[in-house]
């Protein structure tokens, strides 16, 4: 097994149960990108870049995933397709609904 350690926000939520839902605690997208993360990093390991931390709901978000949600409700009817395709294929691509599946077992750092 593989062992690394990862820069976590102290106020991110617990990593929740494999295949529970996901509650924006962010491991997985701090111990390596998905298919769309690997495009956007330019990476397949490592942190993915376009991760956000979202200060207001205290939890971790796709920043690809919010972009394509802020340009699926931008005006204009072009914008709006190319928003909802990108939703569409961000959201498939981050496996957006299927649950957790980050197989990690978390370790608190000692002081």
Same mark, same amino acid.
């Given at each position: 097994m593989r062992e690394y350690a990862v820069l976590w926000h102290e106020q991110a939520p617990a990593k929740p149960l494999l295949g529970a839902p996901c509650n924006g605690c962010g491991l997985c997208c701090l111990a390596e990108p998905c298919p769309m993360g690997m495009l956007v990093s330019r990476r397949r390991t490592g942190a993915c870049s376009a991760l956000r931390w979202d200060d207001e709901g205290g939890h971790y978000r796709c920043g690809v995933l919010e972009d394509a949600k802020a340009l =699926? *409700?931008?005006? #204009?009817?072009?914008?709006?397709?190319?928003?909802?395709?990108?939703?569409?294929?961000?959201?498939?691509?981050? =496996? *957006?609904?299927? #649950?957790?599946?980050?197989?990690?077992?978390?370790?608190?750092?000692?002081?």
């Amino acid at each position: 097994m593989r062992e690394y350690a990862v820069l976590w926000h102290e106020q991110a939520p617990a990593k929740p149960l494999l295949g529970a839902p996901c509650n924006g605690c962010g491991l997985c997208c701090l111990a390596e990108p998905c298919p769309m993360g690997m495009l956007v990093s330019r990476r397949r390991t490592g942190a993915c870049s376009a991760l956000r931390w979202d200060d207001e709901g205290g939890h971790y978000r796709c920043g690809v995933l919010e972009d394509a949600k802020a340009l =699926a *409700a931008a005006p #204009g009817r072009w914008q709006r397709w190319r928003g909802r395709l990108r939703l569409l294929l961000a959201r498939r691509w981050i =496996a *957006a609904g299927v #649950g957790c599946d980050a197989d990690l077992q978390v370790e608190k750092s000692q002081p």
